[in-house]
């Protein structure tokens, strides 16, 4: 490791504070000034980038990875905001779906950090959040390597997310469901507000296949600020779906008369509704005068890759499903998912940790649906749950817990012990748990963070 890289990540975790919001919370956490401030002490990056952004409940990510992987594909310089990082933070700042290096990425933080020190001596705003600075990074990064377009996936909510400062050519939202309730709001129209949150004056926005109560919601906010509104399921018409098992799922579409095949390497119907809009994205911005062939643009997602959802990890006879359902809406897909997969699903081992901000419950009740042995855990995160604080939560619901772990190590060393020849594991709660479980099945060595408190 690039040693100056370790002392970077360190001084950027300085700016976490995972026990208490007395570092941030001088005008509350949320808001966009403390971002709006660092940009413009660092130039104003985002107001000279071509950007898409993209929020939503589900699927947002996957999204992004298909309209960058296409866009790439078409002969342009990408670069992809995305959240969470699986397995390095590097991943997060992506130019041409290739994580940043280590030295560009302590480069960034070194030339950013007198900014963020001003903010904070500026006294009247509180200090930059470990998010707000790496937003504030990519964009940076993004205009040094003068990308064609940046693929801006939101972190959280819309409205108030780090991302919402830019002004992008198109914005996309993908399937809202019920999640972050303490920070989002209780009811599904309220998500829905926080996310049309990224709809800007005169700025075209697609919307995935939505709930009628979501649509409506976002309809009103998009008409309100004049930004027409396309459904991806009145632009891209998908027919003779196929499931190609663990090699996710191709299909046949057709855009103003024409017919062409997409193949999808990421598994799981819900996937092929994440490439629609995708498509419909894409076809919009061609329609703005932006070069992108549909053949180029299909061969790009059909070579994509993207961890930790829905992910197949196999060895030595063992085989582990690692996804990062969190909700009840990931929950239902995930089953869908494991049903498409898996011809005959018995005794199925399901290790499960969940992090602060979801309902635990909702996962578990979905994956209850083909009994499973359920063993807790509990990821390196830490905003993950305490094992014993889960179990309680879980046993009051009256949902029958096999054991609990300390660790996701120990985790799949129990389920392994646990599993028949025709058993499955699933690994799921949490992108990081199913990050650590990949971690462990295919010996990558962890990035441990330093978390200083100041």
């Given at each position: ?11 950027l ?18 808001h ?16 000279s ?52 290096s ?6 960034e ?7 963020v020190?001003?903010i ?24 040094k ?22 002004r ?68 891209i ?43 419909a994205?894409l ?12 053949e ?15 992910q ?39 290790i499960?940790?969940?992090?602060y ?8 009740n ?24 889960l ?13 609990t772990?300390?660790?996701t ?32 099945m ?13």
């Open positions: 490791m690039y040693k100056p890289y370790k002392q970077a990540v360190t001084k975790m300085t700016l976490a504070n995972f026990e208490s919001t007395t570092k941030t919370n001088i005008k509350g956490n949320f966009l000034e403390r971002i709006t401030r660092l940009l413009k002490y660092i130039g104003d990056p985002h107001a980038i071509s950007s898409i952004h993209v929020a939503g409940t589900k699927g947002k990510g996957s999204t992004c990875v298909m309209i960058s992987s296409a866009l790439i594909s078409c002969g342009y310089q990408v670069g992809f905001f995305s959240s969470p990082s699986i397995h390095k933070i590097t991943e997060r700042i992506a130019l041409n779906n290739r994580p940043i280590e030295e560009d990425f302590t480069d933080i070194n030339e950013l950090w007198p900014a020190v001003k904070t001596d500026d006294g009247d705003i509180g200090s930059i959040t470990v998010f707000e600075m790496l937003t504030a990074m990519s964009l940076h990064y993004f205009k390597k003068s990308v064609d377009f940046a693929v801006m996936e939101v972190g959280l909510g819309g409205r108030l997310d780090s991302t919402n400062v830019i992008p050519l198109l914005s996309v939202i993908t399937p809202i469901s019920i999640d972050h309730v303490d920070v989002l709001g209780k009811t599904i129209e309220s998500i829905a507000l926080e996310k049309a949150g990224i709809i800007k004056e005169g700025v075209p926005t697609v919307l995935s296949d939505q709930l009628p109560v979501v649509g409506k919601v976002i309809g009103r906010y998009a008409k309100r600020h004049k930004s027409p509104v396309y459904n991806s399921t009145d632009i018409k998908i027919t003779d779906q196929k499931n190609l098992k663990r090699s996710g799922s191709s299909f046949l579409f057709s855009l103003n008369k024409r017919k062409l095949k997409c193949n999808v390497p990421l598994v799981g119907p819900h996937q092929v509704d994440n490439a629609r809009t995708a498509l994205s076809a919009k911005l061609s329609e703005m005068g932006i070069k992108i062939p549909l180029k643009a299909t061969e790009g997602i059909s070579k994509l890759k993207w961890p930790a959802r829905g197949v990890i196999r060895k030595n006879k063992l085989e582990i499903f690692a996804d990062g359902a969190h909700n009840k809406a990931s929950g239902i897909a995930l089953l869908k998912t494991l049903k498409s997969l898996y011809k005959n699903i018995t005794n199925p081992i399901l499960y940790g969940s992090g901000g979801h309902d635990p419950s909702e996962v578990i979905e994956i209850l649906r083909i009994n499973p042995i359920i063993v807790l855990t509990r990821s390196r995160h830490p905003k993950s749950i305490p094992v014993e604080e179990e309680r939560e879980l046993l009051q619901l009256k949902i029958p817990i096999y054991a772990t300390k660790n190590k120990l985790a799949v060393a129990l389920a392994t012990k646990l599993r028949t020849n025709d058993s499955i594991i699933i690994a799921t709660g949490s992108l990081f748990v199913a990050g650590e479980i990949i971690e462990i295919n010996n990558i060595k962890p990035e441990l963070y330093q978390f200083i408190k100041n």
